[in-house]
Every structure is written in structure tokens, then in C-alpha cells.
């Protein structure tokens, strides 16, 4: 089955820096889906896109939808101690039953 | 957080033996999936529902079935559990009102076939 690549696969950095991450497709999507999961627990969304070219923010999140609608980006600023875990991207298309295909992850862990 | 909860959060079980997880919502949404998480692999569909009794098959749905008798209630079935089914399992609910295709997740099941 399909996957998005996602890059980095993980990343160490210290507190207060900034973050960046990136999820490509051979696909197009039309809904790009963000989500955290911390260590033992379920993914938890974190911002949603719907249309190429939307930059959404929430926080220190900010999120991009691509222009050719095959690839997304995450920021996020400021890294704190809590921001370690699990990122996930997920590419889906109204109309197939909600069906998300997802990213492999990329793992942050932040040093002090 | 969404209303999902997952019963058992974890088993242990042998070989050839049957399992059913549960998946419970209290948020009335009409559309749930179960999904399997591996090292290496994210997060893959195994099955989902659009409604009650209407369901259809995900990426890697062999070996697995599913019913949904209730809006609530989304159960995963493995027939005979093999160690290729030791996984982490997630169910999440949709609510396709509109055009989002947000899903929220549950706390998932760590199940271990022995």
C-alpha cells in the first residue's frame, strides 16, 4: 500500500529551536492532516489543511499545504521538552470514505 | 479529546487463538476505522465503517474482520491470531460533516500473539 515518505525520520535538537519537518506524495491530496502521538497513547491531531497553498497556525505550529498538493510541511518554534514525540502527516481525499494514507513519522526528541 | 475508548489496552495471547477488540465512542460519529501500527511502517487501515453493518476493507485487511451492530460499537475480530498480527492497534471516529476528513484517535490496544 501507499505511504508518505516523511523526513526527517527523527531529529535531535536542543530547546528553543526551531523545528521543520516534511511529508512528500507521488499522490495528490486534497485534505493534509498533522498529528502528535506521545509515548503509549493514540495520534492527536494538531492542524488540518484543506486547500494547496493554505498556511495554517496553531501555537507555535505552523502548517503548509503544498501548491501541487503532493507534499506538506510542519514547523514548529520554539521547541519545548514537551514538543518530543511522534509527528505524523496523512494525505486524504473527500469522497473515499475518509480514507488517510499516513507518513512513516518523524521522531523529536529535544534536549535542555 | 474525542469520546473513544479501546477495550482490552492490552493482551497477551497465543497462536490460533481467537481475539476481539472493542471499540467504543460516545461522540455519535458516523464513520470508524482500525488501524495497525508497526516500527517502520506509520499507521495502516485494516478496516472501516461508514455506518451500522456497513464496513469495507482497508490496505491490510486479511485476517481480519469487523462488525458494527451499534453507531457506538466497532469490533476487530482475528479468527486465529498469528505473530504477524503483534501489533498496536488504534481505532478512530470521523465526522464527515462539511469536508473534513479529521480523524480522532483512541488509546489503543497493544496485543501480543505468542
Known amino acids: 500500500g501507499q505511504q508518505l515518505n516523511q523526513s526527517p525520520q527523527s531529529m535531535f535538537i536542543q530547546e528553543g529551536e526551531d523545528v521543520s519537518m516534511n511529508c512528500t506524495s507521488s499522490s495528490i491530496f486534497n485534505t493534509w492532516l498533522w498529528y502528535k502521538q506521545d509515548p503509549g497513547e493514540g495520534p492527536v491531531l494538531l492542524i488540518a489543511?484543506?486547500?494547496?497553498?493554505e498556511l495554517t497556525s496553531n501555537g507555535r505550529l505552523t502548517a503548509q499545504f503544498g501548491i501541487t498538493r503532493k507534499d506538506s510541511f510542519l514547523n514548529i518554534s520554539a521547541s519545548i521538552p514537551s514538543d518530543v514525540g511522534i509527528y505524523f502527516c496523512a494525505g486524504g481525499n473527500t469522497g473515499t470514505a475518509s480514507k488517510l494514507t499516513f507518513g512513516t513519522g518523524t521522531r523529536l526528541q529535544v534536549t535542555l | 479529546d474525542a469520546g473513544i475508548t479501546q477495550s482490552p489496552r492490552h493482551k497477551v495471547t497465543e497462536t490460533g487463538t481467537p481475539v476481539t477488540l472493542r471499540c467504543h465512542q460516545t461522540?455519535?460519529?458516523?464513520?470508524m476505522y482500525w488501524y495497525r501500527q508497526d516500527p517502520g511502517h506509520g499507521l495502516r487501515l485494516i478496516h472501516y465503517?461508514?455506518?451500522?453493518?456497513?464496513?469495507d476493507k482497508g490496505e491490510v485487511s486479511d485476517g481480519y474482520s469487523v462488525s458494527r451492530s451499534k453507531t457506538e460499537d466497532f469490533l476487530l475480530t482475528l479468527e486465529s491470531a498469528t505473530s504477524s498480527q503483534t501489533s498496536v492497534y488504534f481505532c478512530?471516529?470521523?465526522?464527515?460533516?462539511?469536508?473534513?476528513?479529521?480523524?480522532?484517535f483512541g488509546p489503543g490496544t497493544r496485543l501480543t500473539v505468542l
Open positions: 465503517s461508514y455506518g451500522v453493518k456497513d464496513t
Open positions: 489543511l484543506y486547500k494547496a497553498g
Open positions: 478512530a471516529i470521523s465526522d464527515r460533516a462539511g469536508i473534513t476528513d479529521t480523524q480522532y
Open positions: 461522540e455519535n460519529h458516523r464513520y
